[in-house]
Structure formats: structure tokens, C-alpha cells
């Protein structure tokens, strides 16, 4: 997948120093057992692993493309689990091996549809079925400083309305919320919720979180 591959330099190097935000709702996974399976996927440096262990889950891992980042989590928090991704989106894992799978803000670094499809056909694979996959990413800003980067970049590239470049060599991309709901349509809508995050590069932005259910 070369949309996440050629963004390997950037989260090893300037994306390795930066703070992840999106909150977990802990009233969507009240009724998950303690000892469920749960993947953090694009785990980063383990914010989100570390909220799920404090709350009580005992089977967490993390995977991420970004072997800096991965550093940092076990620097950190040398009690989680924690592992390279090496062929995103491929896991080695067998299939129907997760009980909830977390994708926080990975959709928004993975801007190419076919990237995208292909990253939740591996994590529908390897959830159980009946199993959680919760996501948490951005949608489409209405801002005027977000549409010149939107217009811009699909003008130059003929991306995805909603793909821009940040400042520092980001590729990331926005989301239509009916884009989310299509390449989510093969699971079952549970719940979704309209948040406000503090981006990455510190800006207020709308996102959404989305809880769905595999089949």
C-alpha cells in the first residue's frame, strides 16, 4: 500500500514527537468483558492502549507502520504490547482473532480509497464475529483555510476531495461523512457521535467516532 508507505519518513521522524487526542468513550465498550481481545490499530505510542489498560482490559496489543512511534510506546509504557507493522495493512495474526479493534485517526494518514478498503477488509479479517471496531477520525472542515488546502491539492493531484499537505509533509485526508458509512458499510452501525478533537498540529477540528459491528 504506498499511501501508507511513503509516509513511513514523516512518522518516524516530526510525526514520531507529535500528541494524539481523540477521546474513547468508555460507555461504548461498557459491555465488553475485561478480558476481550482488543487490537489497537495505528496504536501510535500508545495513548489509547494505556486508557484501555487503566480501565481494566488485560488483552491489548498495538501495532503502527512507525517504528519510532512504536519506540516511544514501550519507552513509555514498557508493560503493553506493542509491534511493528511491517506490511500494512497485512496483520499475522490469524483470522477472527480480536474482539474489538480500534482505528483512531489512522483513516485521516491513509488518504487513497483503495488503501482504505483494503485496511478494513484486514481488520474485519481479523475480528471474531459479532465483533466491535470502533472509529475515530476527521470529516470534512467548513472552514476557509481548509477549503483552499482541499481545492489545492485535489487540483494538482485529482485526489479525493478533502486530501490537503499540512506545513510539516503530511499527507492526510478529511472525510464526508457518507464516505465513512460506505467504506463501513459491511458492518452493522452500533452508534456514532459528532466530537471535537485538537489535531495533531494543534487545531480545533470536527471529527466523528463511529461504532460499528462485524456481521
Not at 498495538?62 to 503493553?80: F, H
Request: charged share 25%; hydrophobic share 40%.
Amino acid at each position: 500500500m504506498k499511501d501508507l508507505g511513503s509516509q513511513v519518513a514523516y512518522w518516524d521522524g516530526v510525526g514520531a514527537t507529535k500528541t494524539f487526542t481523540h477521546p474513547v468513550d468508555f460507555s461504548w465498550l461498557a459491555r465488553v468483558r475485561p478480558d476481550a481481545r482488543v487490537l489497537d490499530y495505528g496504536c501510535g505510542y500508545g495513548r489509547v492502549m494505556a486508557e484501555l489498560s487503566e480501565h481494566g482490559f488485560s488483552d491489548v496489543s498495538g501495532v503502527d507502520l512507525s517504528s519510532a512511534l512504536i519506540e516511544r510506546g514501550r519507552q513509555l509504557r514498557p508493560d503493553l504490547r506493542f509491534a511493528v507493522l511491517e506490511s500494512p495493512p497485512d496483520l499475522t495474526c490469524a483470522s477472527a482473532s480480536f474482539d474489538v479493534v480500534l482505528l483512531f485517526a489512522v483513516l485521516t494518514c491513509v488518504p487513497d480509497d483503495a488503501a482504505q478498503r483494503a485496511m478494513v477488509a484486514e481488520l474485519s479479517r481479523v475480528l471474531a464475529p459479532g465483533g466491535l471496531l470502533y472509529v475515530s477520525d476527521m470529516i470534512l472542515q467548513d472552514d476557509e483555510r481548509n477549503h483552499r488546502r482541499y481545492a489545492a491539492h485535489a487540483q494538482r493531484f485529482g485526489t479525493p476531495y478533502g486530501v490537503f499537505a499540512t506545513d510539516d509533509g503530511a499527507v492526510c485526508r478529511h472525510h464526508d461523512l457518507a464516505e465513512l458509512h460506505t467504506l463501513l458499510s459491511g458492518f452493522d452501525l452500533v452508534d456514532k457521535h459528532r466530537i471535537e478533537v485538537t489535531t495533531m498540529n494543534g487545531h480545533r477540528s470536527q471529527a466523528v467516532q463511529l461504532l460499528v459491528r462485524k456481521r
